[in-house]
């Protein structure tokens, strides 16, 4: 039964776009109570808003009826309150940040080194993206299958729906980036290997 569960959480995962990057990640046993559960899940809505929210690169789709000086301003206030929480937080004796590791991320889980993992499956992943180092992805999260290259896949357990959606939007942004920038550069060497060319 539990590897039936395993292999349907892989395949949801494989379906879908990843964000592949090598953020700060911390992962360590967790038996939580369901008011933690509660809990994580707000405080993950509320770093998943503050990475949107400082995240510069994200396009303003401003409308014809919205004024963009308002749209302006509250995206100024909404970095102030990020940037607040995020002084508030350094101010609290905190452990230093976890090494890098390298990640494939979705909304259905993530994989990882084998050897961040405690014996536990039942875990806790930290994720501190450069955005917003302060304030870290807590993700509930259950250990599945394991691979050759010592890289395990944990998918994670008891997200709410409002969380699920926002590290789809997450990974989603972050893709689109990803792909408009490989347009770019390749984009700039062709022009620049035209010039060269007899």
């Known amino acids: 039964m539990q590897t039936q569960l395993d292999e349907a959480k892989w395949q949801a995962f494989s379906e879908r776009v990843t964000y592949q990057g090598q953020p700060h990640v911390g992962i360590e046993a967790f038996d939580p109570a369901p008011e933690d559960i509660a809990r ?32 302006e301003l509250q995206r100024m206030d909404s970095k102030i309150n990020v940037l607040l929480d995020i002084v508030d937080r350094l101010l609290l004796p905190g452990a230093l940040l976890p090494p890098r590791q390298p990640v494939s991320l979705n909304a259905v889980g993530l994989i990882v080194p084998g050897n961040l993992l405690p014996a536990d499956s039942r875990l806790l992943v930290r994720l501190h993206f450069d955005t917003c180092r ?65």
Do not use: I, Q, W
Request: aromatic content about 6%.
């Open 40 to 71: 994580c899940n707000e405080r993950n809505l509320h770093v998943l808003r503050s990475l949107a929210s400082l995240d510069e690169r994200r396009s303003d789709n401003a409308g014809d009826d919205d004024n963009p000086l308002m749209l």
């Open 134 to 198: 302060a304030l870290p992805l807590e993700l509930p999260a259950l250990r599945g299958k394991a691979f050759n290259d010592d890289n395990v896949f944990l998918y994670f357990h008891a997200l709410s729906e409002m969380v699920e959606d926002g590290l789809e939007r997450f990974v989603f942004c972050h893709h689109r980036r990803k792909v408009a920038s490989t347009r770019l550069t390749g984009a700039n060497e062709t022009v620049l290997g035209s010039k060269h060319r007899v």
